[in-house]
């Protein structure tokens, strides 16, 4: 008994022919070990927010009870933090306020920093999400031209389009975006995610005012939205572009170099199947991957591209706390990222896990 | 007899000694390097920065920091190709000026990341076990950030500034290189040279100074050489954020930030220091992917 229990990998070691059902499972026992890791990873992502917030200069005691505060007050303050203890035990109070969902106050808004985050993240993913579309509907169909055609001409300048996608600075061409199509062509609505006029016309539901004001039937509201939103998805969106592009670039020619490639021209495919039904079909699992990567790394440049259009989500939060040195909410919100990014990275070894027929034993 | 020989030798392209064959390696790898029109316009690109930043005060029309009221927020012209700022300050001797900061991060953050991610990759790779799991793990923990945020995380406990900038974005870039090292490592600490080298009473710290981390080389100065188009944009964004270099400091990113209130009416502010950054990070990807290709056999 006990050394079926130790054996790290019961199920693969069996030879025993096992009903289909549990072979997806099957599949999942490399994820559970992953899943500890990543455990692991995450409790060192709360080590590391909770050492930046003790080496950080600003005293949290006087941000709580002003400079004029006396002596006995201060200490008591400082007690209360429990800032008198060891810091190893410290850090477990900060595990255990954590675990019941509480990041402290923010000073900025004096609300919880837990309801600050709720409140401003779907704005952030409502950009967000469409910025990953556009990558991925742009990104997608580029690098798959640039395959099919390599060394041409296409190919070379769809690599230019991704490496200036790749060089140039989000926060710079949202502000040259702003200038030339709102500005001097009126096509795009400026700052902020809807005309002013309509600003808090909808009620809140979800969050995402797309969605809210189409539910609500406002449509005016929506299509101001729409037009407030979209310049900044599509700058947001041209990093993951580049990036999702070269990915189906290099995916799409490890495909179409291989022997069943071949055999389908012999067989006298058209060459639009030979693409999309057989090489395209087989990089799916690989881009949804990417894909899920790329929609991390937009929340990096969510904090500069909020920051241009004056759009009141996450990453406008995070540096306006910053430049407040609003520790908790700093440290809320970098611990957000990670969480963020972590589960996307788990997401998409998961997609792999589970789609990809060659991870199966 | 001799005269049968010479023509033969002449032809010969064997090399005679170790350091003809490191001569050919390198014409080889620079004549593949120069034939790609891409990578030569990177790399012209990133060789007029460095003429730039050296000789700055000799290319730049103006003093960078003299105020001149009477000349402010004018458009570009013949005495002031760039156009002045809201000082009156000449805008294209800022440009100039700031390419110093470009390149001294750039410098900087490299000459740290570089050594620091050969190390930590080397080591964790070579002894495996519990080294390699603390080691990989604290590197998933950097990993698991996006490197701005992070950045930003590092800045708000050091304060504003461009030196705490530079270690706040060296601490964010390290992992990557780690990774490829320690990747590198895998592949070569089982591998006939470096087992020899053992038998012959090598120490650890001899097999990986003198046997694994020259081999790691090449494909850690191909990512630092990328890398450093994204250290020049993250600098870019934390001077934009106004947390890294701080005014009157011509830093390419914080003058976009200063510019951003003039934009409407000032274009020139804001377009010629973001294009200064695009085109210099432009040239770093140009320049990487080159090598890359020169440096790499294994890709394509």
Not at chain 1, 53 to 77: C, F, H, N
Not at chain 1, 151 to 169: E, I, Q
Not at chain 1, 261 to 278: F, Q, Y
Request: with cysteine.
């Amino acid at each position: 008994m006990e050394n079926i229990l130790s054996d790290p990998s019961p199920s693969l070691s069996l030879p025993l022919p096992a009903p289909q059902g549990s072979l997806r499972w099957r599949r999942l026992a490399p994820l559970g070990r992953r899943l500890l890791s990543v455990l692991l990873t995450l409790l060192g992502l709360l080590l590391l927010t909770f050492v930046i917030g003790r080496v950080m200069p600003l005293d949290p005691v006087l941000a709580i009870v002003g400079p004029d505060a006396d002596k006995s007050t201060y200490e008591q303050v400082f007690r209360q933090l429990g800032l008198d203890r060891p810091l190893p035990v410290q850090f477990g109070y900060y595990l255990r306020d954590l675990l019941h969902g509480d990041l402290g106050h923010a000073l900025l808004t004096g609300n919880k920093v837990t309801e600050d985050i709720a409140r401003v993240f779907p704005a952030t993913m409502e950009i967000a999400t469409l910025a990953i579309l556009f990558g991925a509907c742009v990104g997608i169909p580029l690098g798959v031209y640039a395959a099919t055609r390599r060394g041409t001409l296409a190919d070379h300048l769809v690599r230019v389009v991704s490496l200036f996608g790749y060089s140039t600075p989000v926060f710079w061409f949202g502000m040259m975006g702003l200038l030339v199509f709102y500005a001097w062509l009126g096509w795009a609505g400026g700052a902020g995610r809807v005309d002013l006029a309509f600003d808090g016309l909808v009620p809140p539901a979800s969050g995402l005012l797309l969605l809210d004001s189409a539910m609500a039937g406002e449509w005016e509201v929506f299509r101001s939205a729409l037009k407030h939103v979209t310049l900044p998805a599509c700058i947001l969106g041209l990093h993951s572009m580049a990036y999702i592009s070269r990915m189906t670039r290099s995916f799409m020619l490890a495909q179409l170099s291989q022997e069943y490639i071949l055999t389908a021209r012999v067989k006298g495919l058209s060459e639009r199947g030979v693409v999309w039904h057989h090489a395209f079909r087989n990089i799916l699992v690989q881009l949804l991957t990417i894909v899920a990567l790329a929609y991390g790394s937009l929340l990096e440049g969510a904090v500069l591209i909020e920051t241009v259009f004056a759009w009141p989500g996450f990453g406008q939060y995070l540096t306006s706390s910053l430049l407040l040195g609003d520790m908790n909410a700093v440290m809320g919100c970098v611990l957000v990222v990670g969480v963020i990014f972590i589960t996307l990275n788990l997401l998409s070894d998961a997609l792999y896990q589970v789609f990809d027929p060659r991870t199966r034993r | 007899m001799t005269s049968s020989t010479l023509p033969l030798a002449s032809l010969d392209t064997t090399p005679q000694s170790a350091a003809q064959a490191w001569r050919q390696s390198l014409q080889r790898g620079l004549r593949r390097l120069l034939h790609n029109p891409m990578t030569v316009a990177g790399l012209l690109v990133v060789l007029a920065l460095m003429g730039v930043a050296l000789f700055a005060p000799w290319i730049a029309t103006h003093d960078p920091l003299a105020q001149d009221l009477g000349q402010a927020l004018k458009a570009p012209s013949a005495s002031h190709w760039f156009g002045t700022d809201e000082y009156g300050r000449d805008v294209f001797s800022r440009l100039v000026h700031g390419s110093r900061i470009s390149l001294y991060i750039i410098a900087l953050v490299t000459v740290i990341v570089g050594p620091v991610g050969l190390a930590v990759g080397t080591v964790s790779g070579y002894f495996g076990g519990w080294v390699d799991d603390v080691f990989m793990r604290i590197t998933d923990i950097f990993i698991s950030f996006p490197s701005l945020v992070l950045a930003l995380a590092f800045i708000a406990a050091l304060g504003p500034g461009l030196d705490h900038a530079v270690i706040a974005i060296a601490l964010t870039a390290w992992p990557p290189i780690a990774r490829l090292a320690r990747a590198e490592t895998l592949t070569l600490r089982h591998a006939d040279f470096v087992v020899a080298a053992q038998l012959q009473g090598a120490t650890p710290g001899r097999i990986l100074l003198r046997y694994i981390a020259p081999m790691c080389l090449s494909s850690v100065v191909v990512r630092l050489t990328m890398n450093m188009a994204s250290v020049i944009l993250t600098a870019a964004g934390l001077g934009f954020l106004g947390l890294g270099a701080q005014p009157p400091l011509p830093e390419w990113g914080a003058m976009i930030s200063t510019g951003r209130r003039y934009m409407m009416e000032c274009w020139w502010l804001v377009a010629m220091p973001g294009a200064a950054i695009m085109l210099v990070s432009l040239a770093f990807n140009l320049l990487g992917d080159g090598l890359r290709d020169v440096l790499d056999p294994r890709t394509e």
